[in-house]
């Protein structure tokens, strides 16, 4: 049945190759209006199981929360530069304009605290017991009272509570409160020395006291955040192309004014653009160099320019009938299905190189076109239908996956290669036969001396070696199990990476920029989220997920929102407070006499931070212990001044100059101070209406009844696979709708580990079912197959030989070798059966020419993907090149040694059973 399909449709190229052409043009325009529609997105949440609820809530976070999917722009460089770099920018950026629709790109830019909500409702914003140790620091803000109630509190706070700064939370703050101690020591010396100054910076010291610094800047103060509120989302990819460019131009016109800053953008539509842009220009070029090296490559073998060129147009328009059926199954490509085309081109070629292998080999031996056609589809047709199939069935496997990644990868390329199999039947013989006819014709008019492919192309080198190895089959055999044995011991111990950051593209400002994050604000940006039904919700989360030791801080809506009754234990306090400033004396503390009880008490601060700092350096709270040293000094460098001590010398060597300036500086900012205060100090409740409208987009949706919790982990986990272990399975105790994109990262190790087997397993056993029922025969089945096993274990072995690695994406490079592996074995049994025994030399030099040229052209194809710029394609494509080269060699080396011993057994056999059927001929 089989051989008269083939029969059949070699007649029909042979007669009607017009018809064929012109069948194939409408399909090619019609599969070609549909590829251009296909989409990409670069999300890693599209790898998941759809249902998966990691996968759900994710995308409802993006689509609800309008700062879920924020530009990060990170400025470094001197502070006073990156503030005004800032100021300058965020008008710029709100009006910058989309170029494809004119639309507004940002909707808001977060650059700053809330002051204006803090210094209406600050004191209901600490905590009860901070309020219980700091509030005397309130009460009056004359200079010597003041001082001495920061002393006090200070003592209370830090040095008799050794749990002061035991958490991130508590270390921050303490950081917060040391650097509005310094602004404050450093306006008193200003003022000491009588330079001149305007009142706004005794208002900056009182705002750096009481309400912190307002930019958002790194802990050494070089570097500070934008954070830009898109106009659009992760799900808008057209914008998220051209609404990211339309900013970073707005950032670099403003670059060439502060040509000492430096500043791009990072977060998630940064990453996600950089993503996609970059895998597009990588697969453009690697596309290219693998069709220029294909092109090259089969010129050489065949010695001929003409049929390759016609065997690359023919796999191109297969590419375009794939694209158009990947259109109509999947709609979008992933990060995993993106690299299809290349994947197709490696593995397509080889249907044309077997067809023009055949058919060159019966034209060089003088038969007619037509004969010549026949003999390509009988010889090749079959081992290419059953290679096809058996690769495509492979790839299909692959849609057992729970993962959307592996199951559209198996999906895309299952099908695609069905659609440049069917290409390649109708579309290069039909150009083969009208190239051959002009020939003949030019030829016969005395144009051309002979035919363009009589000369005999088989690799006669390959044929003899084979020859060599069938007849030694006990060497061949006992060093290939050697070889594999070697091999075996390297592959069980190849490692896995599950750094995240290695699959990326190596060098982009995006990636470069987190880790920038990382180092500055002791944040990574890889977080986790956690959606909750409430604000009482919300608060309960955080609070577990700060007990955790994986966990370095939380944010959510309930530090601006505190419950009713963390309000009702604040209150008393913030009434203290209140009364207290409102019924203060306005006689100023710093006369000429009171100024040695001043220096007491700065001496007495020098003490107490000097203490702190001890206590930091010993528990390693670094930032606090680096903070300290910027005020106090520190005895292991001495380029660190002790501002205190240096502030005691001033006010010593002229009291009576320096009380002048002390009380100008109390007239400056006592009267702020206390205005401050009593506005901090609302006894007013705080209810979710009352927020400002980035704190609400920041941590609740549009319609504020879901609200989202932040959580950050204590480490770095892409450095430590056990810590991204711990660090999920902490988040899965806390809620199980955990997610971000470390879930999302860890599940899908998980999730394509347990599947790839599963898929490799069951890919195996089909394989073996098609190739059983193929050859009619499991033995024949089984002998297709050992080049493929011993192939795997090759290719894993020089995987770990070569330096590589395990991820998360070339891991499914194993379920895809097999599918691809098996091709070579199929051919040559098909071709042995067909020959019959003794035709070692025959075989592989000519389908053995077959299978080497298709098996360098794939590896070159897969080659190309290293030359990526996302690494993720180049691990991909390294061991897919590998394992395709492997299993070449364990098919050329064993089957050799296979065929000679069952040809040799079955030449001992005693006579009588010779007239049995010859285990290499057809059934």
């Not at 997920?545 to 009702?568: C, G, H, N, W």
Request: glycine content about 6%; some cysteine.
């Amino acid at each position: 049945m089989r051989d008269k399909i083939l029969l059949k449709l070699a007649h029909w190229h042979s007669s009607h190759p017009g018809r064929m052409l012109i069948i194939v043009f409408i399909l090619t325009i019609l599969l070609g209006w549909l590829f251009a529609h296909l989409k990409q997105t670069m999300r890693w949440s599209d790898l998941l199981p759809a249902k998966d609820t990691r996968t759900v809530e994710f995308n409802r976070i993006i689509e609800e929360f309008v700062s879920a999917t924020s530009i990060v722009v990170v400025v470094e460089g001197e502070e006073d530069r990156i503030k005004s770099f800032a100021e300058q920018a965020v008008p710029k950026i709100l009006a910058a304009r989309d170029p494809k629709d004119n639309q507004l790109c940002a909707r808001r830019v977060d650059y700053k605290q809330e002051i204006d909500f803090l210094k209406n409702h600050g004191f209901m914003l600490m905590k009860a017991e901070d309020l219980e140790n700091l509030k005397d620091i309130f009460k009056d803000p004359h200079l010597l009272p003041l001082l001495t109630n920061i002393n006090n509190s200070f003592e209370k706070e830090y040095i008799q509570r050794e749990e002061s700064i035991s958490t991130r939370e508590k270390e921050d703050s303490a950081v917060g409160f040391l650097h509005g101690l310094l602004e404050w020591v450093e306006s008193i010396r200003e003022y000491a020395l009588e330079t001149s100054l305007s009142k706004d910076s005794a208002k900056k010291a009182v705002d750096n006291l009481i309400l912190g610094e307002p930019y958002f800047l790194s802990y050494d103060r070089s570097v500070l955040i934008l954070n830009i509120i898109p106009n659009f989302t992760m799900m808008d990819a057209a914008k998220l192309v051209s609404g990211t460019e339309a900013i970073q131009d707005v950032v670099d016109e403003i670059l060439k004014d502060f040509p000492d800053v430096t500043a791009g953008l990072t977060g998630m539509i940064p990453l996600g653009h950089d993503e996609m842009v970059y895998a597009e220009k990588s697969l453009g070029y690697t596309t290219l160099i693998a069709i220029i090296a294909i092109i090259i490559l089969l010129i050489v073998s065949f010695r001929m320019w003409v049929a390759p060129l016609l065997a690359v147009i023919s796999l191109l328009v297969g590419v375009i009938w794939a694209g158009g059926t990947v259109f109509l199954l999947v709609r979008q490509l992933n990060i995993m299905t993106s690299m299809f085309v290349v994947i197709l081109l490696g593995l397509g070629i080889d249907f044309s190189i077997h067809i023009i292998s055949s058919f060159t080999e019966a034209r060089s031996l003088g038969k007619s076109i037509e004969k010549s056609m026949e003999e390509a589809f009988l010889k090749s047709g079959k081992g290419i239908l059953s290679g096809a199939l058996t690769t495509a069935c492979a790839f299909l496997t692959l849609t057992i996956s729970s993962s959307r990644g592996m199951k559209e990868m198996g999906l895309v390329t299952g099908s695609g290669l069905l659609c440049i199999l069917l290409v390649t039947f109708l579309l290069l013989p039909s150009l083969l036969v009208i190239r051959e006819r002009r020939l003949e014709k030019r030829r016969k008019k005395g144009k051309e001396k002979g035919l363009w492919i009589r000369t005999d192309i088989s690799f006669r080198f390959l044929g003899k070696a084979t020859e060599f190895m069938g007849r030694h089959f006990i060497t061949t055999l006992i060093a290939s199990l050697v070889v594999t044995v070697l091999l075996i011991f390297f592959a069980t111990r190849i490692t896995f990476d599950q750094n995240y950051m290695n699959i990326e593209p190596k060098g982009l400002t995006s990636i470069l920029l987190q880790d920038t994050v990382l180092e500055k604000f002791d944040l990574g940006m890889d977080y986790a989220l956690i959606l909750a039904s409430s604000p009482d919700e919300s608060r309960k989360i955080a609070k577990a997920s700060r007990e955790l030791a994986s966990v370095a801080m939380t944010e959510d809506i309930s530090f601006y929102l505190p419950s009713e009754e963390e309000q009702k234990k604040r209150l008393p306090h913030i009434i203290e407070i209140r009364e207290a400033i409102l019924s203060g004396s306005s006689a100023s503390s710093v006369k000429a006499a009171h100024i040695d009880d001043l220096l007491k008490e700065l001496q007495r601060l020098d003490m107490n931070i000097k203490e702190l700092q001890d206590m930091a350096y010993l528990g390693g709270q670094d930032k606090v212990e680096k903070k300290c040293s910027g005020i106090v000094g520190s005895p292991e460098d001495p380029s660190l001044k002790n501002r205190i001590e240096d502030l005691v010398l001033l006010l010593e060597k002229n009291k009576s100059q320096a009380s002048k300036g002390l009380e100008r500086f109390e007239r400056d900012y006592v009267p702020y101070f206390k205005e401050t205060v009593t506005n901090m100090s609302s006894p007013d409740k705080i209810t979710l209406d009352m927020l400002p409208l980035s704190v609400l987009d920041r941590y609740s949706n549009q319609e504020r009844e879901t609200f989202l919790v932040t959580v950050f982990p204590a480490g770095n986990i892409w450095q430590d696979a056990e810590y991204l272990r711990r660090f999920t399975e902490d988040l899965k105790k806390i809620s199980d709708r955990a997610t971000g994109f470390p879930p999302i990262f860890r599940a899908l190790i998980e999730i394509i580990g347990r599947d790839g087997l599963n898929a490799a397993l069951l890919t195996l056993l089909i394989v073996f079912l098609l190739l059983t029922l193929d050859y009619a025969n499991p033995g024949k089945a089984l002998m297709a197959m050992i080049p493929l096993a011993f192939g795997l274990f090759w290719m894993v072995g020089l995987m770990k030989l070569v330096g590589m690695q395990l991820t998360v994406v070339n891991v499914m490079g194993i379920p895809l070798i097999i599918g691809i592996g098996i091709d070579d074995g199929v051919h040559i049994i098909h071709r042995w059966r067909r020959e019959g025994r003794g035709k070692l030399r025959i075989i592989f030099a000519s389908t053995g020419k077959a299978i080497f040229l298709t098996s360098l052209t794939t590896m070159l194809a897969f080659g190309s993907l290293i030359f990526s710029v996302w690494r993720g394609f180049g691990q991909l494509g390294g061991a897919l090149a590998i394992g395709v080269g492997t299993c070449f060699l364990t098919t050329v080396i064993i089957l050799p040694g296979i065929i000679g011993f069952l040809e040799r057994k079955k030449k001992s056999r005693p006579e009588h059973t010779q007239q049995e059927r010859d285990p290499g001929s057809e059934s």
